[in-house]
């Protein structure tokens, strides 16, 4: 993993709750404009059709940067519970991935039940493991 820093479980919830896994880029929560939209009724249409497509290419940029620092972001944080699981767990590497994805599949919409399952399953295959 890229990140030489291994974080604790608990670090990476605080990291979460502090924003430190939220893009800091701003959202274009503005629309498209629409192909007919005239933004000077005293220029040509196709005036009016350029600033269309220079303004929606604009809103298209910005959510597209959003949206891939928002992707980095969150693998980021996936990638960092991976290598909790690893370096503080015992777990090896695909195990830990298969943890995380289960867990992540289950509860990414939202990510505090996924902390708190995440632990609980940690917990419990934990136990399990001792048991032998």
Same mark, same amino acid.
């Not at 608990?10 to 007919?36: M, P, Q, S, V, W």
């Not at 005036?47 to 980021?76: G, P, S, T």
């Not at 990510?111 to 419990?124: A, I």
């Given at each position: 993993?890229?990140?030489?820093?291994?974080? #604790?479980?608990?670090?990476?919830?605080?990291? =979460?709750?502090?924003? %430190?896994?939220? #893009? @800091?880029? %701003? =959202? +274009?929560? #503005?629309? @498209?404009?629409?192909?007919?939209?005239? !933004?000077?009724? %005293? @220029?040509?249409?196709?005036?009016?059709?350029?600033?269309? +497509?220079?303004?929606? +290419?604009?809103?298209?940029?910005?959510?597209? &940067? =959003?949206?891939?620092?928002?992707?980095?972001?969150?693998?980021?944080?996936?990638? /960092?519970?991976?290598?909790?699981?690893? /370096? /503080?767990?015992?777990?090896?590497? @695909?195990? +830990?991935?298969?943890?995380? &994805?289960?867990?992540?599949?289950?509860?990414?919409?939202?990510?505090?039940?996924? !902390? !708190?399952?995440?632990? %609980?399953?940690?917990?419990?295959?934990?136990?399990? /493991?001792?048991?032998?």
């Amino acid at each position: 993993m890229a990140n030489s820093i291994v974080w #604790t479980l608990e670090e990476i919830l605080y990291k =979460y709750r502090n924003g %430190d896994y939220k #893009t @800091k880029l %701003d =959202y +274009a929560a #503005t629309r @498209k404009c629409k192909d007919n939209h005239i !933004f000077d009724e %005293d @220029k040509s249409v196709k005036w009016n059709q350029e600033q269309v +497509a220079i303004k929606n +290419a604009k809103i298209d940029k910005l959510k597209a &940067e =959003y949206n891939q620092d928002d992707r980095m972001l969150q693998k980021q944080l996936r990638d /960092n519970v991976t290598s909790s699981l690893v /370096n /503080n767990y015992g777990f090896n590497p @695909k195990q +830990a991935q298969k943890i995380e &994805e289960k867990v992540y599949s289950n509860y990414h919409s939202d990510m505090l039940d996924y !902390f !708190f399952y995440l632990e %609980d399953m940690v917990d419990f295959i934990t136990e399990i /493991n001792e048991l032998k």
